[in-house]
Each structure stands twice: as structure tokens, then as C-alpha cells.
């Protein structure tokens, strides 16, 4: 199968397991070859996680879509990703909201996404280097957080970089096993949903994993 037929394949699938088209048109736009290793060109459209180096991964396509539709974003909304990896849902998330604001803890990544995405085009993302707070308070407050990389329990830093009705999805639990959690901020007390089993690289920092 080439590259071509791997990607329609790959779009079948998500229109078919993805509610939200939007979220799938965007995927639609993304050129996830663009974001892999000269290596893994040709598995640019399976749907797993792939190697970028650095003992980091380029999340499932699916994942990413699943994490991605039940932040339910709008157009007009600035949305905060950690783990930029390659830049891949950044560009997604970019497609969708207003302005994406991406962190990256391995400098090496942070740069070649932040090449990959301006060679593409996309003007309302910022890359950042993440510090050893967790998240990018600077930009505070965000009306969506998304999390590519897996904590023991949600970061109150994060919430607190939330807008009130703000949405976090972010993998919980241990090193090697994770639920995929969506927490929506309210005055009444958080609503937590639980969306399922998943696996990510430990997310680092004060309030997740030490190094």
C-alpha cells in the first residue's frame, strides 16, 4: 500500500470511530508524514505510535483524535499542549482553535517541530521549552490543556492554568499503564471522565514524574 492509499485508509477508519468531523478534517489537512523520522516515512499512516527519537513517540492517530475531540474546541479559544514531540497535534490542535500554545521538555524536538510547523505555515502556534513548572503560566489562563505524556495523578498546576468550564484531558496513572482523563473546571467542584485505557511516556515535572 503506498503512502496515498495508507492515508485514505487511515481517514475511513477515523470517520468511522471519530463523531466530531471537524476533528477529522483537521487530521484530514495535517501531513503526519511531515512530523515522523525519514525512517518511518512509510508507516506515517498506521495506526500506532512511532518512534521520534529520544525515547519519544509520535502518538496513534486515533489517540490523538479521541484526546483532540473531547477537548471540544472552538475557534475562537487559546489551547495549551504538553509534549510537543514532532508538532503533530500541535498542528491539529492549530487547525482548530484560535492559538496553540505547545512545550516541549527535550530541546532537540522542541526545535525541529518548531521548524516543521513554520515550514508549514502555522502562525498561531508558539513552542516553548518547558521549565520545571508543569505547563506554560505565562500564557495562563487557557480554555482547553491537553497532555501527551502519562502523570500519577492530575496536576493542580494545571487546573490552575485553566479557565473556569476549561477543559484538561490527561493520561493518569502509573509508568507503564494509564486511564485517559477528562477534568472540566467548575465552581461546583470538578466533573472528572474517565475515557479509557491508554499508554504514554512518563509526563516530567514538579506535581508529575521526577526525572
Not at 515522523?36 to 512509510?42: I, K, M
Not at 497535534?89 to 522542541?110: N, R, S
Not at 491537553?146 to 484531558?169: D, H, Y
Request: glycine share 8%; hydrophobic share 40%; aromatic share 8%.
Amino acid at each position: 500500500m503506498d503512502l496515498e492509499q495508507a492515508r485514505q485508509s487511515l481517514l475511513r477508519y477515523l470517520d468511522r470511530e471519530i463523531a466530531d468531523n471537524r476533528v477529522v478534517d483537521a487530521m484530514r489537512r495535517v501531513p503526519r508524514e511531515a512530523f515522523v523520522l525519514r525512517e518511518q516515512y512509510h508507516a506515517a499512516y498506521d495506526d500506532r505510535p512511532l518512534s521520534i527519537g529520544f525515547g519519544q513517540t509520535i502518538s496513534q492517530p486515533f489517540i490523538v483524535a479521541l484526546m483532540v475531540q473531547v477537548l471540544e474546541l472552538r475557534e475562537d479559544e487559546k489551547v495549551l499542549e504538553l509534549g510537543t514531540g514532532s508538532g503533530y497535534e500541535a498542528a491539529i490542535l492549530a487547525e482548530l482553535a484560535q492559538k496553540v500554545i505547545t512545550v516541549e521538555c527535550i530541546p532537540e524536538l522542541a526545535k525541529s517541530a518548531r521548524q516543521v510547523l513554520d515550514k508549514l505555515g502555522y502562525s498561531n502556534i508558539e513552542v516553548h521549552v518547558a521549565g520545571r513548572t508543569l505547563g506554560w503560566p505565562e500564557g495562563a489562563p487557557y480554555d482547553a490543556i491537553i497532555v501527551s505524556a502519562g502523570a500519577p495523578t492530575v496536576p493542580q498546576v494545571l487546573l490552575e492554568q485553566l479557565t473556569w468550564n476549561g477543559r484538561l484531558v490527561i493520561p493518569v496513572g502509573s509508568r507503564w499503564q494509564q486511564e485517559l482523563i477528562r477534568v472540566t473546571k467548575l465552581r461546583k467542584g470538578n466533573e472528572i471522565e474517565n475515557l479509557g485505557g491508554c499508554y504514554f511516556v512518563p509526563l516530567i515535572g514538579e506535581g508529575a514524574w521526577e526525572e
